[in-house]
């Protein structure tokens, strides 16, 4: 079945994702060494970033499933730098307490 069609269960789509070998498979982001998750996910993550901070990630290989809610007022180089900084210190520990 295509990824396109919408009996494809939602399992398979995932694991389709997480498998493709580029950066940005249809839309998702996978982890970079400079990226929101830093090492703290599994190559195998997909993840999506909003513009306001938020995020979601999808770690196959771990069961995992990361949301972060935020909320950015503007678009300011600092803030932007800081939601990273911020995003990455959440990653690491909700992935270290899921490991525990």
Known sequence: KSLRDPEMPLEKRIKSFAEYQGERPLGFDKPTEN????????????????????????????????ILLLRRLND????????????????????HLGSS
Do not use: C
């Open 35 to 66: 990226g929101s998750t830093g090492e703290a996910l599994s190559q195998k993550s997909i993840g999506h970033l909003g513009f306001a901070g938020s995020s979601l990630w999808i770690d196959p290989q771990e069961g995992a499933i990361y």
């Open 76 to 95: 300011d180089a600092e803030v932007g730098k800081a939601i990273l900084k911020l995003r990455r210190a959440f990653h690491q520990q909700a992935a």
